[in-house]
């Protein structure tokens, strides 16, 4: 099993910046894909940013330029970047991860291991 832990959520106004992390332990792979996804209140949960093994790095169009994708190996954490942030992205972010390279990337199906979620709040 793979247990994923999100830190990094808080409130900050529109425009602010918060960097989010999420640990990974246990079960390892040699070659796996991670994404960050985020749920607003009454909608479904939605792709963000994903990055394969390979380094193939894909955004969701409403975050390009402002959210930036990374992982730091030796310490098994993914990390979101958020700038210049904007009431619209209040929601719950969860990070995910699978092995291999999922197709659809973009998809909540192709991810095995979910961490619990942490709250993003944006204020106007």
């Known amino acids: 099993q793979v247990q994923l832990v999100e830190s990094g959520g808080g409130l900050v106004q529109a425009g602010g910046s918060l960097r989010l992390s999420c640990a990974a332990s246990?079960?390892?792979?040699?070659?796996?894909?991670t994404a960050w996804f985020r749920q607003a209140p009454g909608k479904e949960r939605e792709f963000v940013a994903a990055m394969r093994w390979n380094g193939n790095i894909y955004y969701v169009d409403s975050v390009k330029g402002r959210f930036t994708i990374s992982r730091d190996d030796a310490k098994n954490t993914v990390y979101l970047q958020m700038n210049s942030l904007k009431p619209e992205d209040t929601a719950v972010y969860y990070c995910?991860?699978?092995?291999?390279?999922?197709?659809?990337?973009?998809?909540?199906?192709?991810?095995?291991?979910w961490g619990q979620g942490t709250q993003v709040t944006v204020s106007s």
């Open positions: 995910a991860l699978t092995p291999g390279y999922p197709a659809d990337y973009y998809y909540t199906g192709s991810y095995s291991y």
């Open positions: 246990g079960r390892t792979f040699s070659i796996y894909s």
